[in-house]
């Protein structure tokens, strides 16, 4: 009785709808001028039996639709400013091709293609269940879906209008060959609630643009970047790149951030992976990152800064050896070091410390998640499965050493022993977060 | 598309699936976040900041069918740093002025809750408004708050007491004193 009266009240509170999606919308824009350049990055995880799952997705970044939430402007969420500074300037190429499915119709309106970018806007015209907001949400996908490709499915959110709806599309094109004249397949395959095939080949022609060969490089722990050359659009730049690491480190990842001659930051749109080749141990991945602006004559140069994150292996301890035990990384200063383990029949208790309570640059929270989600007691079987942890508690020892203790609760488990399981310490979670910087790159512009 | 495919993609940092996803919980995120902090104003500042922080972490999520969990936990979180923050701001006696009876009949019912709830103690509130408003299990609340059950089933005990204190029903049973 009483819980349904106080969720009546609950139920009472008005939520001014409108003003929650914006609260939420400017909650993830900054969120991402806080992290704006960090890439997008698939979910690291190092285990080998879910390796196998991750290995054709490790390349995945996804570059598609990368929206433009680094905008400085309220309300400038989503915009593409590049189709915007081109349809300024005339430069893009009205399109006007419908395909009908279900009673709904689907037309290619324009589309553009500004060094590697290409945009495409269409209409939806029928009857189509739209989201709470008014909106209309539909999927779709580039390429035919081409597994050798990055990304090539995607929402896309579309906006209403007196005759019905309106959406764009913009994406990075995914080869590193960059056509003068080309069509590309898209394929819209829900629109609403409705499901079914819009198919078009969407002409796209290249506006005149600039190549300027780069040839710099920096390394860094036998991995090496080279920037191979810069592409001015109209309204776009493209950096293009080579990253070479050892086979080993194949989940590595390199990022980068951009400088203007004035040392202000300059936001990128998306980082896409075009071609991927082996030589020897060798891993050479050819990668584009896009620029949503054309920067010729607002900079002389741009100023890059490469930083690497280089991949962890999970790494295990056995139960049965004495403590203290430390982990440490062969790459890099990361460590675990276990201090203490006790156990009895319902508890499983161990004492760390991570990286010798050195913080390097990190926030407190981050350690308390690493120590949660990171350094987990697993059934040795199955220590490379990634499956939910054990229930456990985790307490903050000292915050200022980086000392945590998690007490797992075992008692549910049937056959306890510390021959059958293991810790699992995931060094992998840290190392992403905190790449390795090299050293900055001029690239000139003029 | 599904809520379980919003979540894997969010994961993997798609802003719009995140988006989309905190809209479908628009409703509970802002009548939670009213709970604690009691205004419209502050209400949307920690639903934009769970936003902000939970982008931030998302790719931490392990468990996807744990997202909502996860997500209230930051929520409560940010609700207590504006309440923190508040505290720092607000004179003292002006709290008390809220504490008058007289005041209160002309206030909406769910907010007179409100208001009440502003006074238990933190790990009272949390469980009241998680178990009561979100209607959360107690192994839920248990896992939200870092606490034993048992412990759980405490706090709402005393919360409730506490709570008919407040509003005025000491000495009455619970149906009397709420409904």
């Known amino acids: 009785m009483e819980k349904k009266l106080f969720h009546d009240q609950y139920e009472k509170i008005e939520v001014p709808r409108d003003q929650v999606v914006q609260a939420i919308k400017t909650g993830v824009r900054r969120a991402n001028s806080k992290k704006k350049l960090r890439k997008k990055r698939v979910i690291f995880i190092s285990t080998a039996a879910a390796a196998g799952l991750f290995i054709s997705s490790s390349f995945m970044f996804p570059s598609f639709s990368k929206v433009m939430a680094d905008m400085p402007v309220v309300g400038y969420l989503y915009k593409d400013s590049v189709g915007e500074k081109l349809a300024a300037q005339k430069l893009i190429t009205k399109l006007n091709e419908t395909v009908s499915v279900k009673g709904i119709d689907v037309t290619v309106t324009s589309a553009y293609y500004d060094g590697a970018v290409m945009g495409v806007t269409f209409d939806v015209k029928g009857k189509v269940k739209t989201e709470k907001d008014g909106r209309i949400q539909g999927f779709y996908e580039i390429f035919n879906g081409d597994k050798t490709l990055g990304e090539t499915k995607e929402v896309v959110y579309m906006n209403p209008t007196e005759t019905g709806f309106t959406g764009k599309i913009q994406l990075s094109y995914p080869k590193a060959e960059l056509p003068a004249d080309t069509t590309f397949p898209l394929e819209f395959r829900s629109i609403g609630d409705k499901k079914g095939s819009w198919r078009f080949d969407v002409p796209v022609k290249q506006l005149p643009f600039e190549t300027k060969a780069v040839n710099q490089e920096r390394t860094r722990e036998g991995m090496k970047v080279h920037f191979d050359s810069i592409i001015t659009g109209q309204a776009s730049t493209a950096v293009n790149y080579s990253f070479t690491h050892p086979k080993e480190g194949k989940y590595d990842d390199i990022r980068f951030e951009f400088f203007d001659d004035n040392g202000r930051p300059i936001h990128w749109l998306s980082d896409t992976s075009l071609e991927k080749n082996e030589k020897g141990n060798q891993v050479t991945i050819k990668g584009r990152t896009i620029i949503p602006q054309a920067l010729k004559g607002k900079t002389r140069y741009i100023e890059v800064q490469p930083a690497v994150s280089l991949s962890e292996p999970n790494q295990f301890v056995s139960l049965t050896e004495a403590a203290p035990v430390r982990i440490q990384s062969s790459r890099q200063d990361l460590s675990v070091t276990i201090e203490k383990v006790s156990y009895n029949n319902k508890h499983f208790m161990v004492d760390f410390q991570i990286n010798n309570g050195h913080k390097m640059g990190m926030y407190d929270m981050f350690y308390k998640d690493f120590a949660r989600n990171d350094i987990i007691l697993v059934k040795e079987t199955r220590k490379d499965i990634f499956e939910e942890p054990i229930k456990h508690k985790v307490k903050v020892l000292n915050e200022k050493q980086l000392r945590f203790r998690s007490t797992f609760d075992i008692s549910g488990l049937s056959h306890f022993s510390p021959q059958k399981y293991v810790l699992r310490v995931n060094l992998g979670s840290m190392a992403v977060n905190m790449p390795q910087e090299m050293e900055p790159v001029k690239i000139n512009l003029e | ?179």
């Open chain 2, 1 to 179: 598309m599904n809520e379980s495919k919003l979540i894997q993609k969010a994961i993997k940092g798609n802003e719009k699936a995140f988006e989309k996803l905190l809209e479908i919980h628009s409703d509970q995120l802002y009548r939670t976040a009213f709970l604690y902090v009691g205004n419209r104003e502050d209400a949307l500042d920690v639903v934009q900041e769970t936003a902000c922080k939970a982008f931030l972490a998302v790719k931490q999520l392990r468990e996807e069918r744990y997202f909502l969990t996860w997500l209230t936990k930051i929520l409560i979180r940010c609700a207590y740093d504006v309440l923190k923050k508040r505290k720092k701001e607000v004179p003292a006696d002006e709290n008390i002025i809220e504490l008058i009876p007289g005041k209160r009949e002309k206030r909406d019912e769910a907010l007179d809750l409100v208001g009440a709830i502003e006074q238990l103690n933190e790990p009272q509130r949390n469980a009241i408004i998680l178990f009561y408003y979100q209607d959360l299990p107690l192994t839920g609340i248990a896992e939200i708050m870092n606490i034993p059950e048992n412990t759980v089933k405490t706090h709402l005990y005393r919360g409730k007491n506490q709570l008919k204190k407040l509003l005025g029903g000491d000495g009455y049973n619970g149906k009397e004193t709420i409904s």
